[in-house]
Structure formats: structure tokens, C-alpha cells
């Protein structure tokens, strides 16, 4: 059976995992995301992790749950996420959608950018999704984003964006990397954005 996503949950939150609770699709639990999981009753397909957010008495638990566990060395070449989105590829899933809430440590913060544009995840959790937009044009439909209150934009490198349909409108803009220039706009109600770049950026939605 070909797998639909790969849904990734590295921590806890009250998002609704039911339409992926199914065969059709795969859930990887990482680090406390495994318990997250397993609190609400959802099915883990693999758990991975160096698990040093958990305890020993947690961890039995995620192993008494879970048939594939994968626990990481400590020390390694990847945040634990990124291993969770190295072994979710195997799936050839057609998408993979990652779970995350910010931390303390900006370093993993920021990291959530580098994973959007090297492996094109969908990033999401209680308040934000972050997803790829890839050079050519791209309609952010209202009726899919009614919740979110900022919609912003970024490049890696030196792209032409082209913003129409929203709050905040430009023509061939030159965006260059970690430019704030596009960030904070808005959707008018009812009323579809189009995205226009010649280079992939990214897009932050919040709420």
C-alpha cells in the first residue's frame, strides 16, 4: 500500500492526529511526542530519539507500546528530528508533515527553516504551519488559512517575489536571505493570496 504522509510528532499538543490514525499513513513519535502519542491513544509506527527528554520509567513505556523503537547515541550528526525525516523518506510518502513547539534553544528554532527547504516538510503545531513554497507561483487559498493572522516570507538566497491578493502587495521585489522585508502580512477576507518567486522560499503562517 502506498503511503499517503508521514506525520512526525516530536512534542505534545492538542492537535487532532485522527485522520492519520489510519494505515494509510505513518506516525514516527520522537523523544516526549511518543508519549503525546501514546496519552491520546494514536498508533506509533516507529519511535526514535537519543530519549535523553524522557525517563527510564517513560521509556519502558514507549518500548511496551511501540514495536520499532530506534534509540540514537547522544552524540551524533543530526537533531533527532532530522533522523525522524531521514527514516520517514524511506516511506516515499507524498508528504511528510512534522509536529515541533518552539524551545529555549534558538539554534533548534532555527533549524525548522533549514529542514523546510532541504527536505520539504510541512511544519506544524498549535499556532504555526511553515511550508515550502517552490519557485513559480502559488495561490495561498483563504478558506485553507482562515485562522491565521500573519502570513510571512523568506529566502535563502536572492529571489524575485511577486506578492498579490494580499494585505501587502509588490512586484518583482528582490528578497534577499533572512530579509524581514516580506514577513507580517495578512490575507484580505475571502480574498486568495498568489505568491510569485523565481527562487523557493519559505512561508510562515500564525496564528
Known amino acids: 500500500m502506498m503511503t499517503k504522509n508521514v506525520l512526525i510528532v516530536t512534542a505534545e499538543t492538542n492537535i487532532n492526529y485522527n485522520s492519520f490514525n489510519n494505515n ?42 511501540v514495536n520499532k523503537v530506534e534509540i540514537l547515541n547522544c552524540e551524533k550528526d543530526y537533531f533527532d528530528g532530522e533522523e525522524a525525516i531521514i527514516r520517514a523518506l524511506a516511506y516515499s510518502p507524498q508528504k511528510i508533515i512534522f509536529v515541533a513547539n518552539p524551545t529555549k534553544r534558538y539554534d533548534k528554532n532555527f533549524s525548522i527553516f533549514s529542514l523546510v527547504f532541504k527536505y520539504g516538510i510541512y511544519f506544524m503545531n498549535e499556532d504555526t504551519n511553515i511550508f515550502l513554497i517552490k519557485k513559480g507561483t502559488k495561490v495561498l487559498n483563504f478558506d485553507d488559512y482562515q485562522e491565521k493572522t500573519y502570513v510571512s516570507f523568506f529566502s535563502r538566497v536572492p529571489t524575485l517575489i511577486t506578492i498579490e491578493g494580499l494585505k501587502y502587495t509588490t512586484e518583482n521585489f528582490l528578497l534577499n536571505q533572512y530579509d524581514i522585508t516580506c514577513a507580517s502580512n495578512a490575507f484580505i477576507p475571502n480574498k486568495d493570496g498568489k505568491i510569485t518567486v523565481t527562487e523557493d522560499i519559505i512561508c510562515i503562517m500564525t496564528k
Open 24 to 65: 494509510e499513513n505513518i506516525i514516527i513519535g520522537v523523544e516526549r511526542g511518543c508519549l503525546d502519542l501514546i496519552y491520546r491513544d494514536y498508533k506509533i509506527d516507529y519511535a526514535i530519539g537519543d530519549f535523553d527528554k524522557v525517563s527510564g520509567e517513560e521509556l519502558e513505556l514507549i518500548k511496551s507500546k
